[in-house]
């Protein structure tokens, strides 16, 4: 799916690379949509979970900007296997519940990434790098929010409104959130 999106992604390439019979797939999903769904809610923590330990491991350390362009970078590309999926199950409502059962089941969910992050600007309010009264949860869900919609822009309509190139990205977004998070006075 990374290689080649999700339009071109086929029970029976997925066959072939597991060295399976596209039959035995089927043994075990209802529909390629399932197979699509449940390798990402079974895989992707762990694709964003050694970015998260790095950035927890570099709290109190550079800086809270230059820390935040560093996990973006490796985070935002991601998020372009994320959109396109959410867009299937958008387009399949007992499937998108069955997901949703299953994340809530397993303690899962989208909120598991923003607990996740928020954590690292609650250790850097530990540190006093961060004001205590900034909103650790608020500010990770602007992070997250942006790099996906980013991406939902780009999978939708081939375009993206930030007029942002992909390298171009870390830097605009860590500058906004860090600068907000260190400073968050209120502008005149």
Known sequence: MCD???????TQKVAR???VAEGTIYRHFTSREELVVTTLRERLPGEFQPHIDALMARAGRMDVEGNLRDFITAIAPLFSVIAPTLGMLA??????AR?????RADGGGPHRLVDRIANYFREEQRLRRIPRDVDARTAASILVSFCFYRSLMQHLFGDDPTRLS???LPKALAAIVGRA??????VA
Do not use: I, K, R, W
């Open 4 to 10: 080649g999106g999700l339009s071109n992604l086929t």
């Open 17 to 19: 690379e597991c060295g």
């Open 91 to 96: 387009a399949d409502p007992a499937l998108a």
């Open 99 to 103: 997901n949703a059962a299953a994340l």
């Open 166 to 168: 992909d390298s171009e």
């Open 181 to 186: 998070v260190t400073d968050p006075s209120p």
